[in-house]
């Protein structure tokens, strides 16, 4: 069964930093896309990052918003994908869900499986 | 980057209603578009993805529709549960985006 799980959320204030995690079971992890999404509170769904797998050396793409202060990383010893996020903001306040990529060809989305998410309050 | 214009934000209907959402691309991206549903408190999940592909264990009632900038999601006759925020989003390059979301309330 596949299954992830986020953990790492927490109150942070603005500047400040936190990382994230998701542990993910039920599947070669190696061998899939992983997606950052989160939801900010009583607005919408936002991409955040992607790292490819390991055929593409785990390499990323961020959303703007992302670009320059969160970082996408792997680890293979412990089927994990981090997301450190430096310089936080109020608007980054949010509920972040990492989400395993379903591809078809070249064309992947943010895909079948989904974690539960973890909550992101930036406040001072 | 490829903005999502979805409509209506939100939809008020009784159960066995039929409700209709459309997603307009301000660019031509094909087939990709996956269609996602969120209920508070849970994970999201995808229903319909390359337009009209149906996720394995989603209902029939839901179904999708659509190329190049024009998309739509239907479900066919509203459940119970079905009550919930839908979101589309393109995967045709970077950055991935979502629409605004549409909120399916009970009338």
């Known amino acids: 069964e596949v299954q992830l799980v986020e953990s790492g959320g927490a109150l942070v204030q603005p500047g400040g930093s936190l990382r994230l995690s998701c542990v993910a079971s039920g599947f070669a992890f190696s061998d899939h896309y992983m997606d950052w999404v989160r939801h900010v509170p009583g607005k919408g769904l936002e991409w955040v990052g992607r790292s490819r797998d390991h055929s593409k050396s785990y390499t990323t793409e961020y959303a703007a918003s992302a670009k320059g202060r969160f970082t996408i990383s792997r680890d293979e010893s412990t089927n994990s994908v981090h997301l450190q996020m430096s310089n936080l903001k109020t608007e980054d306040t949010a509920v972040y869900f990492c989400?395993?990529?379903?591809?078809?060809?070249?064309?992947?989305?943010?895909?079948?499986?989904w974690g539960q998410g973890t909550l992101v309050t930036v406040s001072s | 980057d490829i903005q999502m214009t979805q409509s209506p934000s939100s939809v008020s209907a009784s159960v066995g209603d039929r409700v209709t959402i459309t997603c307009r691309a301000s660019q031509g991206i094909s087939i990709y578009v996956v269609w996602i549903q969120l209920k508070p408190g849970k994970a999201p999940k995808s229903l319909i993805y390359a337009a009209s592909n149906l996720e394995s264990g989603v209902p029939s009632r839901f179904s999708g529709s659509g190329y190049d900038t024009h998309f739509t999601l239907t479900i066919s006759s509203l459940q119970p549960e079905d009550f919930a925020t839908y979101y589309c989003q393109h995967y045709y390059n970077y950055p991935l985006t979502f629409g605004g979301g549409t909120k399916v309330e009970i009338k």
């Open positions: 989400a395993r990529v379903h591809c078809i060809g070249v064309y992947c989305y943010s895909g079948e499986y």
